[in-house]
């Protein structure tokens, strides 16, 4: 059981947390930048320094702040978002089951990011994509795991359809490259290389059908292909 | 900086939470139960019993066990998973747009959940719907909030598909219930109550397109009508 004098802290020091959270709300204290030094935090919110020293610690463990040793803390450049895994699906039992539902919605989601995405690209855009095409396929001919820079082409994809939420949704429903993807790694090399171009090809010459077409052949190749390397019938989600 | 000593430890404490996580994974603790006492588990580890409290620690920041004081300490029921906005939504400046971008996205999505709810859902599953809908309608008609209820009547036609990973997006997409709910609580209410029972009845007769074309017109409504009372362009999205 806490002492009473630690309850007291405690919940001053959520309510100090709880107003740093609105000042940051409010841009008082921007993303990626410095917020000031425990002595003047607690001066300015009038609480002990230990105070302010709980309320940051409980803001760097909900990914809000980030302390460098040193150095000072800092406003997370993306308060609040849980990289790595924020639905726990590293601890889900049937694999197979997972990864046929991963692949079901993305079946939903991609081919419209596809669609948005060639809608809405800059030159920019266009460039970052064709640049991670040409490092996953890099990888990919030197037999090397092409996994990260893979979610990153399709984190890319969906960055560039201007919508918020579908670049945060991305990584989430792309863990099912990193399910199977080491096993698949040869036997799709060449033909995730040519689906890969054929969407950033029709994203670039702004053709919101071919790059949703291009999207959805890409994602039923991989699923078919993996569930013929597993030669499980219950992989093929059902349609 | 950490003293030698502090790092020699903690780098050993972090190796036994990756023990610990993998003895969940491989389903030796099984989610919701009880692990051994720090003493027990000290021993089974082969390191002392702080740095079986230190990796306990982390993995209970992490959501993965969960300290129950005088009790013991458990595997979480989703390990892993991180409740309540792991996109950190909530610090995004611009909540028309991140209004706008988020029923865009349920647009896609929901659509097809409830298609693939009035396929798949079960007796027990209709029951649960049928509920959620009679509550949400009961605090409409009170003039109460149903943004809480709302949400789990979302999340239960998503758990009627049964994809395991549909009902752990839709709360993070039905944020957008909440940003703008209060607000349109009463101008909804009566739109709100009738498109939801039109969903459910639809799975309940378990006619896919029926559900699909009433979670369209719900959503649809819905954007519609908050654009309306905030009387801002910018809030339709592209489509």
């Not at 990584?171 to 099912?176: A, G, H």
Request: proline share 4%; with cysteine.
């Amino acid at each position: 059981m806490l002492g009473t004098e630690q309850k007291r802290r405690s919940s001053l020091a959520e309510q100090t947390a709880h107003q740093l959270v609105e000042m940051i709300q409010k841009n008082e204290y921007k993303p990626g930048e410095k917020i000031p030094t425990e002595m003047e935090l607690a001066e300015k919110l009038n609480v002990s320094r230990s105070t302010v020293r709980e309320a940051v610690k409980q803001l760097a463990a909900r990914n809000v702040l980030v302390i460098q040793r040193g150095r000072g803390t800092y406003v997370a450049k993306h308060p609040g978002r849980v990289k790595d895994d924020p639905l726990g699906l590293e601890y889900v039992q049937d694999k197979k089951k997972l990864f046929a539902d991963l692949l079901s919605v993305r079946m939903v989601l991609e081919p419209w990011i596809a669609e948005e995405a060639a809608r809405n690209a800059s030159e920019r855009d266009v460039e970052v994509i064709r640049q991670l095409c040409d490092e996953v396929e890099a990888l990919i001919l030197r037999g090397e795991s092409h996994i990260a820079q893979d979610v990153k082409l399709h984190t890319a994809i969906a960055r560039s359809t201007k919508n918020m939420v579908a670049p945060l949704l991305v990584p989430i429903i792309n863990r099912s490259v990193s399910l199977f993807g080491e096993l698949s790694n040869n036997a799709l090399g060449q033909e995730t290389i040519e689906t890969h171009r054929e969407i950033s090809d029709a994203i670039a010459r702004h053709d919101p059908a071919a790059a949703r077409r291009a999207m959805e052949a890409h994602i039923v190749f991989n699923r078919d292909n993996i569930s013929l390397i597993l030669s499980e019938d219950q992989l093929r989600p059902g349609e």
